[in-house]
């Protein structure tokens, strides 16, 4: 089966067509979280957050760890608030972003931002950064080992951010954060946790741009993420 078909067959399972079969994992894509090539030294003592997001930046600006490195632009590092108290994980770098250098700038981008907006959370406030820091060639999927060079670099972002919540956009973020192979159906809108960090999953932007009918629900998700984000601080939680 071509990779365009299991894509569409994905894409149908995500729409909620349980029924779809997908073909059996390749021996190379498993569903499990794949163990971290080694880890990374540990941050330089003393700084900020910022500083040390800044270095770990650095340290990945000519990255060749995977074969990524040979389509890209440049590495799309994260964006935000180096102290915020939410997270978003994404999948990887589209075009724009391959450009640009910033996580979330194309339609699906804007589509975060104005959510985001609505909510009350401007994105300066929030972090924002992806499962993988290069552009997958044509936006496919990231394949294991790729995710798995660019994993020491994500969990070291959590690390410094030291976010209350984590929200996963889509799949692949939350199947390679978390492990999970479920439908985005059944993942969304129900809390888990990744190293002791509640997490809640929700659809990927550039899924409800292709089904407009699914953003009442990343829309729940997003409130629940705020009335949790509220509660933590002692504040009457919003409608
Ligand atoms: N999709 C993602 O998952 N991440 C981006 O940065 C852009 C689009």
């Known amino acids: 089966m071509n990779l365009a078909t299991v894509e569409l067959l994905r894409y149908l399972r995500e729409l ?22 080694a880890p990374l030294p540990p941050p330089a003592a003393g700084g900020s957050a910022g500083e040390m ?5 650095a340290q990945l600006a000519d990255c060749r760890r995977c074969r990524l490195c040979e389509g890209r632009t440049q590495v799309v590092f994260g964006v935000g608030n180096p102290q915020a108290r939410l997270m978003f ?16 700038v194309g339609r ?19 972090y924002i950064a992806n499962v993988v820091k290069c552009r997958p060639p044509g936006n496919r999927d990231p394949q294991d080992d790729e995710v798995a060079a660019c994993r020491p670099f ?26 999970r192979s479920e439908a985005m159906r059944e993942l969304r809108g129900r809390w888990t946790s990744w190293r002791g960090r509640r997490v ?27 009335r949790s984000l509220s509660l933590a601080r002692g504040e009457a939680g919003p409608a």
């Open 108 to 126: 699906a981008g804007r589509l975060l931002d104005a959510m985001l907006q609505a909510l009350g959370l401007p994105r300066r406030e929030v």
């Open 53 to 57: 997001l800044a270095a770990l930046a």
């Open 89 to 104: 994980i994404g999948e990887g770098p589209g075009q724009e972003e391959d450009r640009l250098g910033e996580p979330f």
């Open 200 to 226: 809640l999953p929700t659809y990927h932007p550039a899924f409800l741009l292709r089904t407009p009918s699914a953003k009442a629900e990343a829309w729940r998700d997003l409130k629940e993420v705020r």
């Open 16 to 37: 909620g067509w349980s029924d779809v079969e997908l073909p059996p994992p390749s021996p190379f894509v498993s569903a499990s979280p794949v163990a971290s090539p």
């Open 154 to 179: 994500l969990e070291r972002q959590v690390e410094l951010v030291n976010p209350q919540v984590i929200v996963t956009l889509g799949r692949v973020a939350a199947r390679h954060l978390l492990g």
